[in-house]
């Protein structure tokens, strides 16, 4: 779960980094009214997860409320969906330190990364200059060690007296990073001010969604998420990505998804959904067709190979769905697994065709949707459908 | 032989109490597996068929001497248990396979899926440390077809499920299953099929595995199932071109087509820092002389060409054929017994 900037810059706050003193503006008024309680000149940050904000201008110093006006309307009009702009004080700055912590799996070590030259995108600089990025393992059974943060600062080069401040800054920043568990804490650029002191002026954060049962501190922003269906299925617990092709994949498991996916681009079909009802979720086939059928799609395939997911069952849920839902576009079903000659009955019992063969099935749900496109008018019902894929 | 687990292995199982821990605890003994004991705090004096509970690993290691009389093929057996099997939620497994680190079992499979980073950090770290092996979590485990199994594996599929001369190692459970029927459906069989899981942080590394299977004389050339994320596929890679893996490596990668910075299902399926495309680690893998499949149906017919072109590979894949047939009969007096 990514944070925005000034939620971020928030748990920084708390854990005693300095940012700027900024002030959340939800519109062009209250934007305008920071920058005069603030002082000009001030920093407008449209606050969104994407990166590439800076280059896409959503980033901008204004010296006066003129330009603050026409700023602040662009950023909110462009089509990035900004709804709050961080407004903070332009920060006098002699350096751009960076430094940032991640995971490392192959070692199981946690990994610090600093370099004397932030500001840029590190892996930017990772490309064109390596050399410049310091990398240190932290054992993440033992923590960080204050002689790591401190030659870390030595090895970058910095004199005494900012090595200290910048050590200090490496452990604050360890410790959020652990006890949030994220997956990355990273501050660039980190400013150093004429006054030798230390500000974070930008924050990413990304808490492990895996750990958020000890975080009940972090809760989504539903308006963060791709589309409404995306939120309904993150509420069910339901992995699921937003497209907007006309295949609504409905499968289980994630690499066999996956791989449909990639089939459904091979056979020059595209997808509406991935939405992958698997696992510990294979008993929700109701609830899965009913946010397929949100997207309008002109197909739904289910390809299910199962171990755990028994057939059988999904098979069950998936008649049930049909019943109940009526989906007036046709289905495909390839499902195989535990429990698949009870689930070959049942698919058949309800008129619908088992299909065995995984890319069989997606060919056809290409060919469905293709033919769906040159009789616009009428959508073809699953039983139509089948009759089409050559069902006796 | 096989990697890992066979006839020998000697496991305890935790969480063997719970509904899915009981119906997959049934189905690894009918498989063959050795259960020796089950582990549930709380619950020591019950059973789970005829396998008793104890309170914690160490009593459980304690109650069960040795057994003696028994010689594997690694020799005479000193402890009386070498393996754990762990159906345990994710935010336990973490104090799960310490408590069996701390008792000296040296492999270790968690199914659990959603365990927190930071705790797979520290596992990975400590499982290093003690020279363990710990597979998973996120997976369905590891299975030897006909000998047995650590893990949840539908194995009286036997269009899956076949013995053989094929290593496997996967990110996935689901396309595993698509991918290796592919391979029996070209005639092989597989030697041990191993679940690294789809986790960003795995026990167990594919590169791992690899070294197992280059020393196992049972397997001929190993599937790799892998996907976009991570550096698991490039690790590989390397171990081709160092000549550290010298058997034919066949590879799918899921997710050529997946768009950046969306995670594809798995928590570790996401290229991120533009790191970790499908399509790159195709690249790599074909450079280091791997054969790569764009879609599982292609699988079975690369190894064919991949064993055919080794030059010992003729013949290891004949007898590869000529076993299935004896492997096979003993597929089906599993299967059948399960049944009964």
Request: a positive charge.
């Given at each position: 779960m990514k944070l925005h900037e000034y939620q971020a810059k928030a748990l920084f706050r708390e854990f005693d980094i300095p940012t700027p003193q900024g002030e959340l503006a939800d519109t062009v008024e209250a934007a305008v009214n920071s920058g005069e309680h603030i002082g000009w000149p001030v920093a407008f940050k449209a606050q969104v997860l994407r990166g590439g904000r800076g280059k896409a201008g959503l980033v901008k110093i204004?010296?006066?409320?003129?330009?603050?006006?026409?700023?602040?309307?662009?950023?909110?009009?462009?089509?990035?969906?900004?709804?709050?702009?961080l407004v903070e004080p332009a920060i006098a700055h002699e350096r751009e330190l960076y430094v940032s912590f991640s995971a490392d799996s192959r070692t199981g070590?946690?990994?610090?990364?600093?370099?004397?030259?932030?500001?840029?995108?590190i892996e930017d600089l990772a490309r064109t200059a390596p050399e410049k990025i310091l990398k240190k393992r932290i054992d993440s059974i033992r923590g960080i060690m204050p002689y790591q943060a401190r030659s870390a600062a030595y090895d970058l080069g910095l004199a005494p007296s900012l090595a200290k401040g910048f050590a200090s800054i490496i452990e604050k920043l360890y410790r959020l990073y652990v006890q949030k568990d994220c997956e990355l804490a990273e501050i660039n650029p980190l400013f150093v001010t004429p006054e030798g002191n230390f500000i974070a002026a930008d924050a990413k954060i990304s808490i492990d969604d895996n750990a958020l049962f000890r975080h009940p501190e972090f809760e989504q922003d539903p308006a963060d998420f791709d589309s409404d269906i995306a939120r309904e299925a993150a509420v069910e617990g339901i992995p699921y990505l937003q497209f907007d092709g006309d295949i609504s994949l409905m499968c289980a498991g994630a690499g066999l998804t996956t791989a449909v996916y990639d089939l459904v681009a091979d056979f020059g079909g595209t997808v509406a959904n991935y939405l992958e009802f698997g696992g510990p979720n294979y008993r929700k086939s109701v609830r899965a067709m009913e946010l397929c059928i949100k997207n309008n799609p002109k197909v739904i395939l289910i390809v299910t190979f199962g171990t755990i997911a028994r057939a059988d069952i999904m098979a069950e849920g998936i008649v049930?769905?049909?019943?109940?839902?009526?989906?007036?576009c046709p289905i495909v079903t390839c499902i195989r697994g535990t429990g698949e000659d009870k689930a070959r009955e049942i698919l058949l019992s309800a008129g619908l065709e088992p299909l065995t063969d995984t890319e069989e099935a997606?060919?056809?749900?290409?060919e469905l949707a293709h033919i769906a496109y040159s009789t616009a008018t009428e959508r073809p019902t699953p039983a139509a459908a089948s009759r089409q894929g050559g069902q006796p | 032989m096989s990697i890992l687990v066979d006839q020998n292995t000697r496991a305890i199982v935790m969480g063997a109490t719970g509904t899915e821990g009981t119906f997959w605890t049934e189905h690894m003994v009918n498989l063959g597996t050795h259960i020796i004991a089950a582990v549930t705090p709380g619950k020591e004096g019950e059973h789970v068929g005829d396998i008793p509970v104890y309170h914690s690993v160490r009593r459980a290691l304690d109650s069960r001497a040795p057994d003696t009389q028994a010689i594997d093929t690694r020799g005479p057996v000193d402890a009386p248990a070498d393996a754990a099997m762990l159906f345990v939620p994710p935010r336990f497994t973490k104090d799960a396979v310490f408590e069996c680190l701390d008792a000296g079992i040296k492999l270790i499979v968690t199914v659990a899926d959603g365990i927190p980073l930071h705790d797979a950090l520290q596992i990975r770290s400590a499982a290093l440390s003690c020279q363990a092996k710990v597979i998973g979590g996120n997976t369905s485990g590891i299975i030897s077809p006909g000998k047995a199994m650590l893990g949840m594996f539908p194995y009286w599929i036997e269009r899956v499920y076949k013995p053989g001369r094929i290593g496997v190692m996967t990110r996935s459970g689901s396309l595993t299953n698509e991918v290796t029927a592919m391979v029996v459906r070209a005639g092989f069989g597989v030697s041990t099929l191993v679940g690294v899981g789809g986790d960003p942080v795995p026990g167990m590394r594919f590169s791992e595995v690899l070294a197992e299977f280059e020393h196992d004389p049972e397997t001929d050339a190993v599937v790799m199932i892998g996907e976009l994320g991570g550096t698991m596929e490039e690790e590989t890679a390397?171990?081709?071109e160092s000549g550290a893996f010298s058997k034919p490596l066949v590879a799918f990668i899921g997710g050529r087509h997946a768009p950046k910075d969306r995670r594809m299902g798995h928590a570790g399926a996401i290229v991120s820092g533009g790191k970790g495309g499908a399509l790159d680690k195709m690249r790599a893998l074909e450079k280091a002389g791997a054969l790569t499949a764009e879609r599982a149906s292609q699988v079975g017919i690369l190894l064919a060409?991949?064993?055919k072109s080794s030059s010992q590979g003729a013949a290891s894949a004949n007898s590869?054929?000529?076993s299935l047939s004896a492997d096979s009969a003993r597929g089906d007096s599993t299967r059948d017994r399960r049944y009964e």
């Open positions: 204004v010296q006066t409320p003129e330009e603050a006006r026409t700023a602040a309307q662009a950023i909110f009009a462009s089509d990035w969906k900004v709804r709050k702009i070590t946690h990994l610090l990364l600093a370099s004397a030259e932030g500001g840029v995108e049930e769905a049909i019943r109940r839902l009526k989906p007036n997606v060919k056809k749900a290409v | 390397e171990m081709l060409e991949a064993l590869d054929r000529s």
